[in-house]
């Protein structure tokens, strides 16, 4: 009896042990699998592929999960992937080298935009007005327009 106990005891502080250590890298291998792409070309991030019978993410997240299991830091595992897939399974773009390019290019488009906007306003507003005659109602209307639209009016009135 005391030996069933013993055993049930053991196995209790084995599940006890084991199930957090699990948890824990399942968390590790959403997080570090959730930097690098499927394979399959579905265009979805590793831990969130659910194209229906891809065979890639299940391999790559088999292959991850070992590595997490063999306790290999991040950087080994993305050299790992890196070395197997290319650049092209990184989720984003590093934060360096060339690819910074990438990530600067959003701030450039933006602040060259809005130079233009600028630009374009002021050479609107710095143009010289013209000479507006004010027709009922308080529009203002150049002479030539308003010339148009009475010849207009003349010729669709006409019957």
């Not at 084991?18 to 265009?43: E, Y």
Request: aromatic share 8%; proline share 4%; hydrophobic share 45%.
């Amino acid at each position: 009896m005391t030996s069933r106990r013993s055993i049930l005891a053991l196995t209790l502080v084995f599940v006890l042990g084991i199930v957090p250590l699990l948890a824990q890298q399942a968390d590790r291998v959403k997080t570090v699998g959730s930097r690098f792409m499927c394979m399959c070309n579905c265009n979805q991030v590793l831990t969130q592929c659910n194209h229906v019978g891809c065979y890639m993410s299940t391999a790559m997240l088999k292959e991850l999960g070992e590595m997490v299991g063999r306790g290999n830091s991040d950087a080994i595992i993305t050299a790992a992937f890196v070395k197997e897939y290319g650049t092209t399974v990184f989720a984003e773009p590093p934060k360096s080298g060339f690819s910074l390019i990438a990530w600067s290019m959003p701030f450039v488009y933006f602040i060259a935009g809005a130079t233009l906007v600028i630009f374009v306003i002021r050479k609107w507003r710095s143009r010289p007005a013209t000479v507006l005659q004010s027709a009922p109602g308080g529009i203002a209307v150049s002479a030539d327009a308003l010339d148009r639209a009475r010849a207009q009016a003349a010729r669709d009135t006409d019957d």
